[in-house]
């Protein structure tokens, strides 16, 4: 990693300023200061610039400009990610998105759209909304999140269960390639020739190159929609019924499951509507044709309350649907209520192990002395459980990386995943051999060195660099076993 | 610059900033959902100009991670203080009381040039303590419109000549009205029918000079009601462009006389027709928590003030009212509708006007860019927003926009104007006391000024009446 002069950061600064504009650079440490974390701020780091391109020209000049000058770079959308992805982990310099918001082309006749990648998630489904279209992929952050973001982290959302993450809705992709080329992946058509390259470049994290446009799939809005609540004393019942829903047969849209202490902060942030003396509620919407509805809709509550439901009941309207799915969505940030920080895992299970790891969880966490709120999409077993803490009291911050560690290696060890929709980014570098072997990793290192032979797109992420996690304060180069045994390079 | 995990540097001690606790800080946890729903986040993508951004700039600041440079000034006060972050936090955070800690902090330490500390002792202290003296001022600023000087100064272009801000000041000029609509409204102001209640109106500062109609038709709306309407002639200024402009003390100070006076008015409620006027007096709790003298009583008075929409929209409006055909659009002033939540209660007060169609406004919640003397102090965002607004106005194809907010209703005309468009700007109570004049039954005397008479379709036209 180069240190930069301050003559030499003048001199960039002035070249950069010469591809984009002069007032999108930003090179204050003040204002540098803004862009340490994304949505986790478990984790800071600064850049020397943060330029904000309005073409995939300017990208590829910017990307161009690093390569030359050996810095590394890494793309940013809203800053909204939840695993440290966007982080300048070796400094130089941030791209940020943001100025790339515009919708380029809307085909309603083929159902997709043309977007830039710093569009806000859902303000796409509100500009096709009044033609009775939308975008399916919906994350929690969607109002705030970008596609490009969604795009780098694969992401999912509650309506996952049924109509698949990120990658499903994505037909081809406007590449900068992080040797600063412009490439096409996919196109406008369902099939393509040759290697899926947008299903390879979709996940990717930014490390295999920088989106600057898409061609996203738009749905037709679903003729009707029933979002039914269950209400249960005990949270083992609430798993019961979600595999109870899924054995009968039923495909709902979403299964989120929202827990005791999770309800507090959104009823009182919103006053959602979410009993406040419930141990767990599920949140389950059907949608499609409204034949057969009701009687689905039926099947559903008989699932629930045959696992000991206390309360099941149908949102009245569309308002009170909207506001149940505000309290769910708006989860993480309610927790500013309860406490001053938290860190969300992103654990992936089979269903069938919800109760046994929901109960372990929260004894891992209760040993280190902290305190849990889940809320996560129930149906595809993708948990979320946010260790709540106060980066003011010493030490807090260790303890939660170590419980958070215990709960990665719990998901690994029933058989499931480290991460279901939030990336791997900074924060769970360390988890990957959890679940890969280091074959694998060094397969993956490949696939990364093809697109990325440089290593400056988006470095130290995704892949281990650490030998533990527990450590706190700047962390140095240390070769991972991996490396030492001669399986993997560090680019 | 390897990232780290190591503990943020803290100072010991509540975090503070110019005396002000801004603990609030510790709610945000970062998850950015404010984002897109911050104007000047939307116009310019750039972190340190979002809600999440600068309240970790406010945090670094209490904590001593950096100082008050050139660029954080810039970037502070560049937000609106328009608390639509506030509107969609998860966490809760008291973003508008941080925002007014942080603008009072700059105030310490960067008062400015000895002009700009003078313009500004002027305005904040000395006219709005003194009406007498904004009597005055108003009384000169008619005489400067009538004789045609005005007219001679915006087409000559002498204006681009004048200091600092002033150029924008005098395009925003509003027309002063005649010296009876500027005069004081009557101390009492009976119930029409049965009483309901005892009320008191709060006649503002500037807004009982530029806009005394609004306040008469508020009072004759409130006596239609069949509220008594307390005007207590020794009410001052409620100090929110104090504490907006970052002169805490003054703020203070000013809180302690207006509960002083309308405690002694004796009233149930305390009605205001000016959003900041209303959010910033339900703040009053907050705002003399510390002093032991005045903490209960300030919360009393705080609980007791109701904004016109909301106080009358609580129930059925008392007929009969009659039709005011004609077309319009709701636009929500932001310490309306952020700082108080008001959001549902004006639409269903004009639904009751027969003959009068309301049509939703797209992003009718955002700010327009007036935001007190935002218009004044950061022009060049302030059209930026002004633009945006206007062009949803334009595509709505209302006849009229009907807002709740005099500044509101300034920016927004003027920005018309620049589009070449004569759709009026009216105060809901405007359009509230014409459907009550427009049934003929009045029993008030009829004392309008042509300002505030919203002409019936086709021909609404009060752009010129706004333009001299």
Sequence with gaps: MATLTDSRKRELRRELETVVSPGAVLSDPDELLVYESDGLTLFRALADFVVFPTSAEQVAAIVKLANRESLPFVARGAGTGLSGGCLPAEGGIVISLMRMNRILEIDYDNLLAVVEPGLVNLHLSWAVGPRGYYYAPDPSSQQACTIGGNIANNSGGPHTLKYGVTVNHILGLEVVMPDGEIVWLGGKTRESQGYDLTGVFVGSEGTFGIATKAIVRILRKPQAVKTVLAVFERIEQASGAVSAIIARGLVPAAVEMIDHLTIQAVEDAFGCGYPRDAAAALLVELDGLTVGMEAQAERISEACRDNGAREVRTARDEAERQLLWKGRKSAFGAYGRISPAYMVMDGVIPRTKLPYVLGRVNEIVATHGLRVGNVFHAGDGNLHPNILYDPRTPGEEARVVAAGAEIMKLCAAVGGSISGEHGIGLEKTDFMPFIFSATDLTFMQRLKSAFNPTGRCNPGKVFPTRKSCGEAGPVAYRPHPIEEKGLAQRF | ?468
Aim: charged share 20%.
């Design chain 2, 1 to 468: 610059m390897a990232p780290t995990m190591a503990e943020q540097p803290t100072r010991h001690g509540p975090l503070e900033l110019h005396g002000l606790s801004v603990e609030g800080v510790n709610q945000c946890v970062h998850c950015g959902l404010c984002l897109a729903y911050c104007p000047t986040f939307s116009e310019l993508g750039t972190e340190m100009d979002s809600p999440r951004g600068r309240i970790h700039m406010i945090k670094s600041l209490a904590a001593g991670r950096i100082a008050l440079s050139d660029s954080v000034v810039e970037h502070l006060s560049l937000c609106l203080d328009c608390r639509a972050c506030e509107t969609v936090c998860p966490a809760g955070v008291p973003y508008g009381r941080l925002i007014e800690a942080a603008k009072a902090e700059i105030e310490r330490q960067r008062p400015g040039r000895p002009l700009r500390r003078l313009l500004r002792r002027l305005s904040l202290r000395l006219l709005l303590e003194h009406p007498a003296l904004l009597r005055l001022a108003a009384a000169s600023l008619r005489v400067y419109q009538i004789v045609g000087l005005q007219g001679l100064v915006r087409r000559s272009g002498i204006a681009r000549l004048l200091p600092g801000t002033l150029p924008a000041w005098e395009a925003l000029l509003p027309p002063i009205p005649g010296a009876s609509e500027r005069a004081p409204l009557p101390p009492l102001i009976p119930a029409e029918g049965r009483k309901r209640a005892r009320v008191a109106l709060l006649t503002g500062c500037v807004q009982a000079v530029v806009f005394g109609a609004h306040n008469r038709a508020t009072a004759r709306i409130l006596a239609k009601n069949g509220y008594e309407v307390a005007v207590p002639p020794e009410q001052g200024c409620c100090g929110a462009l104090n504490a907006h402009g970052g002169d805490h003390e003054r703020a203070v100070d000013m809180a302690r006389r207006a509960i002083d006076v309308f405690e002694r008015a004796g009233v149930d409620a305390v009605v205001v027709n000016t959003s900041g006027c209303g959010a910033h007096m339900k703040n009053y709790g907050l705002l003399l928590a510390n002093d032991p003298a005045y903490a209960e009583r300030a919360m009393r008075l705080a609980r007791s003030v109701r904004d016109i929409s909301e106080f009358l929209g609580r129930e059925p409006l008392r007929g009969p009212l009659g039709p005011v055909p004609m077309t319009v659009t709701y636009h929500d002033p932001c310490h309306v509708v952020h700082g108080q939540k008001i959001r549902t209660e004006p639409r269903k007060l004009l639904a009751q006007i027969p003959g009068l169609k309301v049509v939703e406004l797209q992003e009718s919640d955002w700010c327009c860019g007036s935001a007190g003397i935002y218009n004044l102090t950061q022009p060049e965002m302030a059209t930026r927003l002004l633009h945006r607004k206007v062009n949803h106005i334009l595509a709505t194809g209302a006849e009229a926009v009907v807002t709740a907010n005099p500044g509101c209703i300034l920016q927004i005309q003027a920005g018309l104007r620049a589009h070449g468009s004569e759709v009026p700007v009216l105060h809901i109570v405007e359009v509230l006391d014409r459907a009550y004049k427009s049934e003929g039954a009045s029993t008030a005397p009829s004392e309008t000024s042509p300002r505030s008479i919203a002409p019936a379709k086709p021909a609404l036209d009060r752009a010129g009446d706004v333009a001299p």
